[in-house]
């Protein structure tokens, strides 16, 4: 009887705790995506002009880490709909915003920009006629 009770507690808790555990991962995946996007916009101010700006501008092991993170983040956001991928980045700006992190806030819109191209948000003038 214990290890009925165990297997439906276990089974009610991850029905119960599906969607917040998705959500914290949505989170998780575009802040190592905007952090990878921030370091980039970062070059752009720090390097010499013509040599910042792209992936190119970081170091070849930052370029590897930088992959793996877009190639799995892209992977798992494509189990949203588009508009939540896009509100959740929107939210993430409007903080960034707040908190006076101007690179972070450019790194968002690009990653949004990158992220429309891909497939896989919708671009933040389709998510303001949704809403």
């Known amino acids: 009887m214990n290890w009925l009770m165990f297997t439906g507690m276990i089974v009610i ?3 119960l705790l599906r969607g917040p555990i998705r959500q914290i991962r949505l989170g998780m995946h575009l ?3 905007t952090s990878v996007m921030e370091k ?8 010499p002009v013509g040599m910042g700006g792209g992936v190119d501008s970081l170091s ?7 992959n793996k993170i877009f190639d799995s983040g892209v992977s ?4 949203f709909p588009k508009h939540e991928v896009t509100k959740a980045l ?4 409007i903080v960034a915003d707040k908190l006076d992190r101007p690179i972070r806030y450019v790194a ?9 191209d891909g ?3 919708i671009s933040i003038e389709d998510f303001m006629n949704i809403n």
């Open 31 to 33: 802040t190592k995506m």
């Open 76 to 79: 798992f956001l494509r189990k």
């Open 90 to 93: 929107i939210k993430n700006a």
């Open 60 to 66: 070849v092991p930052e370029q590897y880490e930088a």
């Open 40 to 47: 980039i916009e970062l070059s752009r101010y720090t390097l």
């Open 119 to 121: 497939g896989v948000a």
């Open 13 to 15: 808790g991850t029905v």
């Open 108 to 116: 968002i819109n690009n990653l949004i920009g990158n992220l429309v």
